[in-house]
């Protein structure tokens, strides 16, 4: 099956998705929160481009910003008031971990991870905000703090680059632990008003990454993008087949009854398991499958 997959891109590749960010835009729905200034409305009044409203004049208010038709119309001195255009920092984690190092059909989960977040570092750029990621592997961690440069967005897409390549040898407690440090790093960095995307196949998500999820979504607005390959849910055809791995070629036999059984009970319950702590996180999850185009599912996000 993996020689019909796409195992890795490298950094042309992800450089070249900035063409498919063009026809996206970030949305907006909600004030942004943060300090520095940029394309989005703060939920702070001052002076700025978007008129707010107008209220009786109160000391101290800035003269220029007197409305005189409505002053005369009621009698009474009343100002202008503006809402400060902000900007919403970006911070995208990409996990390349060791169970993204699968896929059956167009990619690799971990190649529809890196150009799902590559896209949205793009959009992020092109929409005038600073951009930042943590991209973590079975290996390290690598964080980079949101920053408002082209060159920040290469250095992103290299760290995306250089993950796929990494020797997949962890085990499972490891891949746990990674994420979960990579949500710590995240919460050290994303304080408020940050628009955040963790793109992941949540195989090892547990209790505590639901709650680390629930505490950046209090004050951030989190998107969760959950990458996974059709073999992964349902078992193809009955027959034999070979699958390459770290350790070399393993076959299944698909025709055998008490492996499918077996193999749909365990995805029911990984499944429901999922579901558990997607909803105590209290945030629904996109799903990109590796046969799609992860524009396709940015799509859905951007509406």
């Keep these: 099956m993996t020689d019909l997959a796409r195992t890795a891109v490298d950094l042309d590749d992800l450089i070249q998705m900035q063409a498919e960010a063009r026809t996206l835009k970030l949305p907006a729905r909600t004030p942004a929160r943060s300090g520095q200034l940029g394309s989005h409305l703060s939920i702070h009044q001052g002076r700025g481009m978007e008129f707010a409203e107008v209220r009786l004049y109160q000391p101290g208010d800035d003269i220029r910003a007197i409305d005189w038709r409505v002053t005369a119309r009621r009698q009474n001195p009343h100002t202008k008031l503006f809402q400060e255009e902000r900007e919403r920092p970006v911070l995208i984690l990409c996990d390349l971990g060791p169970s ?167 995805v029911r319950e990984h499944e429901t398991r999922l579901e558990n702590l997607f909803r105590y996180a209290g945030i629904p999850a996109l799903t990109l499958d590796t046969e799609q185009s992860p524009t396709q599912v940015l799509r859905q996000l951007t509406r």
């Design 100 to 266: 993204m190092f699968f896929g059956s059909v167009r990619a690799y989960k971990q190649v529809a991870a890196a150009q799902c977040s590559a896209t949205l570092a793009w959009m992020g750029l092109y929409n005038g905000d600073r951009v930042g990621g943590v991209v973590f592997s079975e290996s390290n961690i690598e964080v980079q703090r949101p920053v408002r440069r082209r060159r920040a967005v290469l250095r992103l897409l290299d760290s995306l680059s250089r993950g796929q390549r990494q020797q997949v040898d962890s085990t499972q407690e490891d891949a746990a632990s990674r994420l979960n440090e990579a949500l710590v790093e995240t919460r050290r960095i994303a304080h408020t008003g940050f628009r955040i995307y963790v793109i992941s196949d949540f195989m090892q998500a547990d209790e505590t990454s639901a709650r680390l999820l629930n505490q950046l979504a209090r004050h951030n607005r989190l998107s969760l993008i959950r990458v996974v390959d059709r073999f992964e849910r349902e078992l193809p055809p009955p027959g034999r087949y070979a699958i390459a791995s770290g350790e070399g070629t393993l076959w299944i036999d698909t025709s055998n009854a008490a492996f499918r059984d077996a193999f749909d009970k365990r």
